[in-house]
């Protein structure tokens, strides 16, 4: 038998070659092909979960998210899903109040594992999630039956004014809902400590307002000293060594939300605190070196956790007098 020319041989091999690089690129499509979430937005127009409410297992009324993708789509959330109901070329999905997270699943497309929401989902508020097909995916068009023109179509079309195209809607920003902030405060300085009460209402951005005293009052003094005990004409009296420190501060300011939960606080007022020294003949004098009063400011951090608030921040009066504060309430 005669042998295959060695031309042959070669061709077939590059022949071989080539479907197999092309069967690597075809599956390596394949598996890349994913999808992605193009927009969400809050719906603030659309009444559907407010006038036909579902409830969660507590009683309370769910928020609504209209998706708008294929209805293979599978979902899943820490909160869970309440209903899911397929409906003309979009899925309503009922979400628990306060839900932040959205897993999307897709039998060919893969997985969006822990979508975040810019905010937590609101009872009885309606939103959009619109998801992005992969890569050169078309979806199938129904192909209607031609219908013959009536006499005269031609002409009579040509006659109607075509309207102009509407501009696209602009997307608002969602607005975030009002949240209330109470937290027990606590002036920190060592022998001198003050407790006061920080209530706050944001949106992303908010005011406060603090009032912190450390529940001492200052004895009525007949003079001052200063830090070494001497009074104002130089004389040095006795003292018996008992010492009155009081403090109290007044502040607002304004809470701005940065990431996520994380938030900074700053805010300015009035402050005082006086230190008063006994003499030997139970009098009491004023120490104006440890004494100061006026512009008081402060400025720190807060972090938000489910129903928890902390903080931890710093404050002085006038730049002379400091302090470290510390705050723990609720957030709700």
């Not at 999808?35 to 979960?49: E, K």
């Not at 007044?250 to 230190?275: P, Q, S, V």
């Not at 008063?276 to 120490?287: K, P, S, V």
């Amino acid at each position: 038998m005669n042998d295959y020319p060695a031309a042959y041989h070669h061709r077939l091999l590059c022949i071989s070659f080539l479907m197999a690089a092309f069967l690597c690129l075809a599956g390596g499509l394949a598996h890349a092909q994913e999808f992605s979430v193009r927009t969400f937005r809050m719906l603030p127009n659309d009444i559907s979960a407010y006038i036909d409410p579902v409830r969660d297992l507590n009683g309370e009324a769910c928020a609504l998210v209209k998706v708008v993708g294929d209805k293979d789509f599978a979902f899943s959330s820490p909160l869970g899903i309440v209903k899911r109901r397929n409906d003309v070329g979009e899925i309503w999905l009922y979400l628990p109040n306060g839900t932040r997270l959205l897993t999307l699943k897709h039998p060919q497309w893969g997985v969006i594992r822990d979508y975040r929401f810019p905010a937590p989902l609101e009872s009885r508020m309606t939103y959009e999630l619109v998801l992005t097909p992969p890569l050169g995916y078309r979806q199938p068009k129904k192909i209607e039956p031609l219908t013959p023109y009536p006499a005269g179509f031609d002409t009579l079309i040509h006659d109607v004014p075509i309207p102009p195209k509407s501009a696209s809607p602009h997307i608002r920003r969602i607005r975030e809902r009002m949240h209330y902030l109470a937290l027990l405060n606590a002036g920190i300085r060592q022998g001198h400590p003050s407790l006061g009460i920080r209530v706050a209402a944001m949106r992303r951005h908010g005011a406060y307002i603090l009032a912190q005293t450390d529940f001492h009052s200052s004895p009525t003094t007949h003079g001052t000293c200063d830090s070494y005990g001497r009074l104002e004409d130089g004389s040095l009296p006795y003292y018996s060594g008992k010492t009155k420190d009081s403090r109290w501060a007044l502040m607002a300011g304004g809470i701005h939300r940065l990431i996520d939960e994380f938030c900074l606080y700053e805010g300015i007022g009035y402050g005082r605190r006086t230190t008063t020294w006994e003499q030997h003949d139970g009098t009491w004098l004023r120490n104006k070196d440890y004494t100061y009063h006026g512009l008081s400011a402060e400025a720190g951090c807060l972090y938000r956790f489910y129903r928890l608030a902390l903080s931890a921040g710093v404050m002085t009066i006038r730049a002379k007098y400091w302090e470290a504060s510390v705050g723990i309430g609720l957030h709700f």
